[in-house]
Structures are given as structure tokens and as C-alpha cells.
């Protein structure tokens, strides 16, 4: 049996990467891939509250699971899917689980401001009352380079910003984006560094899988 699953993503960058994921982790799945950067670019403007009722219109289009890979959207897109009758998940949910099981000392590094929060409270969700201390850091100049189209340096940025947390401050580190996820191997920290593209799309890949027949 085939498994198939639909990805609405707000950046056509993601794409490439979760096209080689499959290629590489799930030989034979099916990814149908939405793109809808104005959602971001509103969220950012207004809060992830406000592209609610578009969202929906977005997912709407969708056969099946859907996978959401922009943090910023993760919970609104969740408390949709009562409405839409299929599974909707956030890419990032499996990677806030590891975070915390990993250690309770948590470093979120994020190229927006807007992910942070929506982060931060799934790794409290996550931790089930246990206690966790996370500080989360936006990477100056990174969201920049990532819109000129300097996908290297946009990396590289991530890359230093995760090499400059100690043993010391954090147990583990949670690159918040799943455009970040690059940056793991450029990174020789003295912590686990989670990046959310290869966990998300397991676990959706998973879910898929249960409920379609």
C-alpha cells in the first residue's frame, strides 16, 4: 500500500527538503506539496490568530493527513483539524518531545520572532507539567539571508548561533524552523542539536499510514 500525505508549507524551500527525506527515509510515499507564503507573511503582521479562517480554506483543498511545516502556524492548524474531519499535525510536535525527554534545560533558536512563542509553549505542552527551562534566541541577521535567497549563509548563521551555547546552559538545542534543519550538520556543539523535517514527517508518514485505507 502506498502512503500518502499532503504538506502545506510557506516557503517554497521546503519543498527540495522534504522531497529528499522521502527520497532517502520513506522510499515510496507519496508527499503532494501546498505552498501558501502569504500565511506567514500575515501571521507575522497580524498573529498566527488572525490567518485562521484562510488557513482553513488552505487546508480545505487537502486529500487526507496534513502535515504543516511552519512553527508559526503549527497550533492554529491543529485546533483546525476538529473542523476538517482528517489529522492536521505540526511538523515540530515530535521534535518538542525528544527536546524533553532529551533534558529539561532547552535552547530554542529561531530566524523569526513570530516562532518563538508557538515553540515555547509546545515544549511546555510537551513536558506535561514537568518542569523545563527554555530560552529562546532569534539569530540575528538569519531571516534575512533566507529571503535574499543566501540559503548558505542563512545556515552558517544558525550553525554559529548553536555553537555558541555551552554545555553549561543547555541539555539539549531545538532549531525551531524546519528551514534550520540544515544547519545540524554544520553545528559541533556540546549538546544534541533536534531538528523538526525528519521526526514531523516520520510521525505523519505514521499517521497517514493508520488511517487511510
Do not use: K, N
Not at 80 to 107: K, Q, Y
Not at 160 to 183: K, P, R
Amino acid at each position: 500500500m502506498v502512503t500518502s500525505l499532503t504538506l502545506l508549507h510557506t516557503s517554497p524551500a521546503h519543498v527540495p527538503v522534504f522531497d529528499a527525506l522521502r527520497d532517502r527515509e520513506h522510499p515510496g510515499a507519496v508527499l503532494r506539496h501546498l505552498v501558501a507564503p502569504e500565511l506567514l507573511d500575515r501571521a507575522r503582521e497580524e498573529g498566527p490568530e488572525a490567518v485562521a479562517p484562510a488557513l482553513r480554506a488552505r487546508l480545505r483543498e487537502c486529500r487526507g493527513p496534513v502535515l504543516v511545516t511552519c512553527s508559526t502556524l503549527g497550533a492554529v492548524a491543529e485546533s483546525l483539524a476538529g473542523d476538517l474531519g482528517v489529522p492536521v499535525l505540526r511538523v515540530d510536535r515530535p521534535m518538542a518531545a525528544a527536546a524533553v525527554r532529551t533534558g529539561p534545560r532547552i535552547v530554542v533558536l529561531a530566524a523569526l520572532e513570530s516562532t518563538l512563542a508557538p515553540t515555547v509553549a509546545l515544549l511546555a505542552e510537551e513536558a506535561g507539567g514537568r518542569p523545563v527551562e527554555v530560552a529562546a534566541r532569534v539569530v540575528a541577521g538569519a531571516w534575512e539571508r533566507f529571503e535574499g535567497g543566501d540559503g548558505h549563509g542563512y545556515l552558517a548563521a544558525v550553525a554559529a548561533a548553536a555553537d555558541a551555547v555551552t554545555e553549561a546552559e543547555a541539555d539539549v538545542i531545538v532549531l525551531a524552523q524546519a528551514s534550520m534543519a540544515g544547519a545540524a550538520a554544520l553545528t559541533t556543539p556540546p549538546v544534541p542539536v533536534l531538528a523538526s523535517p525528519a521526526l514531523g514527517l516520520a510521525a505523519a508518514l505514521g499517521v497517514a499510514a493508520a488511517v487511510l485505507p
